[in-house]
Nanobody
Framework: QVQLVESGGGSVQAGGSLRLSCTASGSIFSINAMGWYRQAPGKQREWVATIISGGNTNYADSVKGRFTISRDNAKMTMYLQMNSLKPEDTAVYYC???????????????WGQGTQVTVSS
């Protein structure tokens, strides 16, 4: 069983900052790519950023230059530092991880439960 738990959401004013965390636990051999997604009310879930095990990162254009994704492999934790927040960043933020539970086997995708980020103007 693999669990992802997000934390760090909250309410801030436009221009403010928040730092989200996502910690993986359970029967894990290794974690490959990890990523953040978000879903605003009435909209589809969208990709925000990805970080692979080697540290390479990619960002959606809408957050590039404002958000920074990072990870601590020893702690099996991923972070999302969000600066210069805008009202349009308001959403439930979900973490995703591609996990290998055994040394030989398929990589499976797991999701956290989500954490709310609200940015007021």
């Amino acid at each position: 069983q693999v669990q992802l738990v997000e934390s760090g959401g909250g309410s801030v004013q436009a221009g403010g900052s928040l730092r989200l965390s996502c910690t993986a636990s359970g029967s894990i051999f290794s974690i490959n790519a990890m990523g953040w997604y978000r879903q605003a009310p009435g909209k589809q879930r969208e990709w925000v950023a990805t970080i692979i095990s080697g540290g390479n990162t990619n960002y959606a254009d809408s957050v590039k230059g404002r958000f920074t994704i990072s990870r601590d492999n020893a702690k099996m934790t991923m972070y999302l530092q969000m600066n210069s927040l805008k009202p349009e960043d308001t959403a439930v933020y979900y973490c995703n991880a591609h996990v290998l539970v055994e040394s030989i086997g398929p990589v499976r995708s797991y999701w956290g439960q989500g954490t709310q980020v609200t940015v007021s103007s």
